[in-house]
Antibody, heavy 121, light 109 residues
Framework: QVQLQESGPGLVKPSETLSLTCSVS????????WSWIRQPPGKGLEWIGY???????NYNPSLKSRVTISVDTSKNQLSLRLSSVTAADTAVYYC???????????????WGRGTLVTVSS | DIQMTQSPSSLSASVGDRVTITCRAS??????LNWYQQKPGKAPKLLIY???SLQSGVPSRFSGSGSGTDFTLTISSLQPEDFATYYC???????????FGQGTKLEIK
């Protein structure tokens, strides 16, 4: 059974770069697409971007200039880097497995537990 | 960008009630619509994909319908474990820009 686990610093200073890792266990990272999604405290969900094991990516246009998602197939991990953070980037960050059905209709059928990142000096 | 609007934003209901949550897209998204359930402190859980397909392991009291701009999630008989926040999500946008509704909080009456 595939499981996802996010990890990284829980506190980041304004203007610095947020870096998170998602470890995929119980399956190969080569089998699916993978996304990062975030949720500010008490608010809704925002898709950040996705990556395929080949390195192909797509990002939310509103974050594109600050986001990099990468994959390390040897470690079965994906990573998120978000630069020049502000308090508005404070959120729970989730990694999720992205699957598509006919269309294609993309959906997120497996999620990590999430990790809270607070941006504060 | 395609905007997703859910109604109501919150809802009070009793165990055994039939509940319907609506999601409206700002433009037609065919059937590229998914529903999630989120409980406090937990990650979202996929319930319905492609507007009406029940995700494996999800109880049959959950159902989805709609196409184009208007979609509904129905819970036929509320159970205590169904009290949660529900989100819709579209995947029609190209290039990809997957957006979620603002959520509907389902509370116990």
């Amino acid at each position: 059974q595939v499981q996802l686990q996010e990890s990284g610093p829980g506190l980041v200073k304004p203007s610095e770069t947020l870096s998170l890792t998602c470890s995929v266990s119980g399956g190969s990272i080569r089998s699916y697409y993978w996304s990062w999604i975030r949720q500010p405290p008490g608010k809704g969900l925002e898709w950040i971007g996705y990556i395929y094991y080949s390195g192909s990516t797509n990002y939310n246009p509103s974050l594109k200039s600050r986001v990099t998602i990468s994959v390390d197939t040897s470690k079965n991990q994906l990573s998120l880097r978000l630069s020049s953070v502000t308090a508005a980037d404070t959120a729970v960050y989730y990694c999720a497995q992205a699957t598509y059905s006919y269309g294609p209709n993309w959906y997120f059928d497996l999620w990590g537990r999430g990790t809270l990142v607070t941006v504060s000096s | 960008d395609i905007q997703m609007t859910q109604s109501p934003s919150s809802l009070s209901a009793s165990v055994g009630d039939r509940v319907t949550i609506t999601c409206r897209a700002s433009q037609s998204i065919s059937s590229y619509l998914n529903w999630y359930q989120q409980k406090p402190g937990k990650a979202p859980k996929l319930l319905i994909y492609a507007a009406s397909s029940l995700q494996s392991g999800v109880p049959s009291r959950f159902s989805g319908s709609g196409s184009g701009t208007d979609f509904t999630l129905t819970i036929s008989s509320l159970q205590p474990e169904d009290f949660a926040t529900y989100y819709c999500q579209q995947s029609y946008s190209s290039p990809p820009m997957y957006t979620f509704g603002q959520g509907t909080k389902l509370e116990i009456k």
